[in-house]
Structure formats: structure tokens, C-alpha cells
């Protein structure tokens, strides 16, 4: 899971890169609000750690314009020294997710930053997910359609719960990789393979493919006529 820290303190930056590092994320820094703005809007993040005051760019001025004009929903952690209420509420009326102030402790950093993710996928209860007439059980690894259950390979299955999970968002390629093999799988046809034959096994009794291409994007649910 990449992770962009976007701070201008080198200290509190090299030690959320390191922390992280060990917790098994892929950060990176960036040091001021105009290249972490450029970072945010053309790479895909797992999240963004950004702290409120930047040069060049404030934090509050870059959050809203990933989400007003970017219109990009990576969860956004907001660090920052002000904690009175009305601050933070102004962090939350720019797009942050959630506010940390300043010092913090690198557990909680950890907690928050992986709630926000779990959200982000959909993942905060593991529950049955079901989509048209396809019911899939995480916790059993079972898949079924209509009246009839489908085994799938493991990749494949867990191509399904993420896309199942976040039904209306369209997945990237990258965001698809990563999440399953847990790198970016640049020039491979891996994915294009799988999601064949996650594709085949889903139609093999003739039902329609429920899963869209977005060309140039990645994929996502395609929601029935009836809705």
C-alpha cells in the first residue's frame, strides 16, 4: 500500500517513513504543497498523510483541490500543531478524513491510517457482499450466482471482493495490483488474465458479464438495468 507523506518537517517525514516502512506500507515524502500536489493528482495512493502547514502551498488549499477539481477520494489524514475544534472542522470542510494533532503517537498514526483504508475498500465488516445475483462470503471463500456456486482461484477471488467491495468506483489497473500481488505489475497481462477468467466463470452458464471495463482506467461493477 502506497503511502504519500506530504510534510515539510524533515524529522516528523523521516520518521513516518521509517515507521511505515516497518509496518510493512511503501511511502514516500514529498517536502512542500506544490509537489505533493503533483504527486497526489498523478499517482495512485492508498493514502496521503498531509500536514496542514506547507510552503508553497498550504494544506488546506491542497486538499480542497484534490477533491474539488482533481476529484480524487484517496483518504486524506490531516496532521497538524492546531487543535482547537474550529480547526478541525475547517481540516474536515477541505476533504480530510480525519485530523491528528501534533505531537502524535506513531500507533495511533498506524490505527488511523489503516481504518481509513479499510474504509476506502469497503473492508470495515467483512460481511457477505452481494451485487445482482452474485453472493460472495469472504470468510468461507464462497461465491455464488443465482443458484449456482462458482469456485474460483484465489487471485481471482479476491479480485471479485474488491470489486464487489466498492461497487461504484472505478478500480485502476494499479489500485487492482496492488491490492492483490502488492506491487504494480507494469507491461504484465497478469490482471487482464485473471479478470478473463474471473470474467468465464461468472458467465459460464450464459448470465451476462457483470464486471465493466472503464477503458484507459481499470474496471468496475456494472450495475444492472433494473437499478
Partial sequence: MRVLIIEDDLD????????????????????DGI????????????AILLDLSLPGLSGLTLCSKLRKEARLDTPVLMLTARDTLDDKLTGFSHGADDYLVKPFSLKELGARLQALIKRDRGQVVPGVLEWADIRLDPANWTV??????????????QLLHLLMAAPDRVLSRNECELAVWGQALDGSDTLRSHMHTLRRALT???EPDPI???HGIG?????????
Fill in 144 to 157: 455464488e450466482r443465482g443458484n449456482r456456486s462458482i469456485k474460483l482461484p484465489r487471485k481471482c477471488h
Fill in 35 to 46: 509537489s505533493g500536489l503533483h504527486r497526489a493528482v498523478s499517482e495512485r495512493w492508498s
Fill in 12 to 31: 516528523i517525514a523521516t520518521n513516518l517513513l521509517d515507521y511505515l516502512a516497518s509496518e510493512g506500507y511503501s511511502p514516500e515524502h514529498a517536502a
Fill in 219 to 227: 474496471y468496475r461493477m456494472l450495475r444492472p438495468a433494473a437499478d
Fill in 204 to 206: 459460464a452458464n450464459g
Fill in 212 to 214: 465493466e471495463t472503464v
